[in-house]
């Protein structure tokens, strides 16, 4: 009886101990479980870092000189484009000119025939030679209107009747044939009926000694030119000749457009 109340009072307090010492005891061990779960753990993070930066490092690698590669490419598709297409405006402009200086010089040509013819005819009414200079603008669709101007600069036949009578000795295309010159091409000017610019090709008519006997001016409107100079206007896809205004110049500005884009 006494061992087993010994037993008794002995067990509880060999329990307790017992059960101290096995906490002490893994409180080592748990404490290293932890520590190695997060060891494990940022190994584990370093490692996912290090295997992130990899990939975009080796993607960097591949990508990077095939962008270059095709940004090259590129740039050298579209020099040589914007070259074939400054070619091509250039040739254009060429064939502009070219046609330009035709027009002008068969213009000339066709106001000496009529000059000579108005000049030649004194007795020739004024109902009639305004018919000629009729018949001579409708022929010549870039023309607003032609004038016979006798040599004190006044308008005597003209293919608009609001300009018999005007007074054109303080123009260009007038001053400059007086002083000499067999034919000449004007400045831009404002028409003063329709007000849009225009610019005049006039012609002097001569007898033999030289002496002025009238000059013949054709009122050319730069917008109607596009069709005689082989220039269509306003299309998608083809040239656009815009006239503009310059002090003693006349300048015919070529604009290419293609799908909307000038």
């Known amino acids: 009886e006494s061992f087993s109340s010994n037993l008794r009072k002995t067990t509880p307090v060999s329990r307790r101990r017992s059960t101290g010492r096995n906490l002490t005891e893994s409180a080592p061990i748990s404490r290293a479980i932890a520590s190695g779960s997060s060891l494990f753990d940022m190994s584990w993070s370093r490692s996912g870092m290090s295997i992130r930066k990899r990939v975009v490092l080796l993607l960097l690698i591949v990508f990077v000189p095939f962008l ?23 040739e254009l402009a060429r064939a502009v000119a070219i046609n ?5 010089q068969g213009l000339l040509r066709d106001e000496l025939a009529l000059g000579l013819a108005l000049a030649e005819s004194p007795s020739m009414s004024g109902k009639d030679r305004n018919r000629m200079l009729e018949k001579f603008a409708e022929d010549n669709p870039a023309a607003r209107g032609m004038y016979w101007i006798t040599p004190d600069g006044t308008v005597t036949a ?17 001053r400059e044939v007086a ?30 000694s030289g002496a002025l006997l009238g000059v013949v001016a054709a009122a050319i409107d730069p917008e ?13 896809g083809s040239a656009a000749g815009e006239a503009k205004l310059r002090p003693n110049r006349i300048t015919f500005e070529i604009r290419i457009k293609a799908k909307g884009k000038s």
Not at 100 to 104: I, R
Not at 159 to 173: F, N, P, T
Request: avoid cysteine; proline fraction near 2%.
């Open 100 to 104: 330009f200086e035709t027009y002008l």
């Open 224 to 236: 109607l030119l596009s069709g005689i100079l082989g220039v269509p206007r306003q299309e998608r």
């Open 68 to 90: 270059l590669l095709e940004a090259n490419v590129f740039h050298s598709w579209y020099q040589n484009r914007k070259r074939i297409e400054l070619q091509a405006n250039l």
């Open 158 to 174: 003209s293919s608009i009747r609001s300009y018999l009578g005007a007074g054109v000795g303080d123009r260009s295309y007038f």
């Open 179 to 208: 002083k000499g010159r067999d034919g000449f091409v004007s400045e831009l000017f404002r028409g003063k009926i329709t007000g849009s610019p225009l610019f005049a090709v006039s012609r002097g008519i001569r007898d033999g």
